[in-house]
């Protein structure tokens, strides 16, 4: 195994033993949103706390915290997702959610029979820790691990932004 395997694997690891912004926000303010996956199991409830939702995407992310529980891939997913759009616009935590599906090779465009949307290059935005799941890729059955949490964020920021409108 190369270092830089070894090194992804440790964090990996890292966020899953000690998850970044664990725990509940008062919703509301906080949009509340539970996914799940049932092909394994895997939950994770995101709640979510925007500056002024009637921003629409110039809203800012003041607090998330994040629930759940599952396999060491949704929940480290999930942790190093939290700690990677606080303090960002709903815009650039839109960009950074299409990147790193990108980076999962998911195009939930061609899922639905649309043509693929065009994705920021995952170089451009920084992932950070996030790169740590590239490896996630080789085995397809848990790109939906890596997945959930941030397709739960996107539900979040909808239901945030449908509550102000």
Same mark, same amino acid.
């Given at each position: 195994? *190369?270092?830089?395997?070894?090194?992804?694997? +440790?964090?990996?690891?890292?966020?899953?033993?000690?998850?970044?912004?664990? /725990?509940?926000? @008062? *919703?509301? !303010?906080? *949009?509340?949103?539970?996914?799940?996956?049932?092909? =394994?199991?895997?939950?994770?409830?995101?709640?979510?706390?925007?500056?002024? @939702?009637?921003?629409?995407?110039?809203?800012?992310?003041?607090?998330?915290?994040? /629930?759940?529980? %599952?396999?060491?891939?949704?929940?480290?997913?999930?942790?190093?997702?939290?700690?990677?759009?606080? %303090?960002?616009?709903?815009?650039?935590?839109?960009?950074?959610?299409?990147?790193?599906?990108?980076?999962?090779?998911?195009?939930? &465009?061609?899922? &639905?029979?649309?043509?693929?949307?065009?994705? !920021?290059? !995952?170089? +451009?935005?920084?992932?950070? &820790?996030? +790169?740590?799941?590239? /490896?996630?890729?080789?085995?397809?059955?848990?790109?939906? =691990?890596?997945?959930?949490?941030?397709?739960?964020?996107?539900?979040?920021?909808?239901?945030?932004?449908? $509550? $102000?409108?």
């Amino acid at each position: 195994m *190369s270092g830089l395997e070894d090194l992804y694997r +440790e964090i990996i690891l890292d966020h899953y033993r000690n998850p970044r912004n664990r /725990g509940e926000l @008062p *919703s509301p !303010p906080a *949009s509340r949103v539970e996914g799940f996956n049932p092909l =394994c199991g895997d939950e994770i409830v995101v709640y979510l706390q925007l500056d002024d @939702p009637s921003k629409g995407d110039d809203a800012v992310v003041t607090d998330v915290r994040i /629930g759940g529980q %599952g396999c060491s891939i949704s929940q480290s997913s999930a942790s190093m997702m939290s700690a990677a759009i606080g %303090g960002r616009t709903v815009t650039e935590v839109k960009d950074l959610t299409k990147a790193f599906k990108s980076m999962m090779s998911i195009h939930e &465009d061609e899922l &639905d029979g649309a043509e693929p949307a065009e994705a !920021p290059d !995952p170089a +451009e935005l920084r992932l950070g &820790d996030l +790169e740590a799941l590239r /490896g996630v890729v080789k085995f397809p059955v848990r790109i939906k =691990c890596a997945t959930l949490s941030w397709n739960t964020l996107l539900q979040a920021i909808d239901e945030a932004e449908t $509550t $102000t409108a």
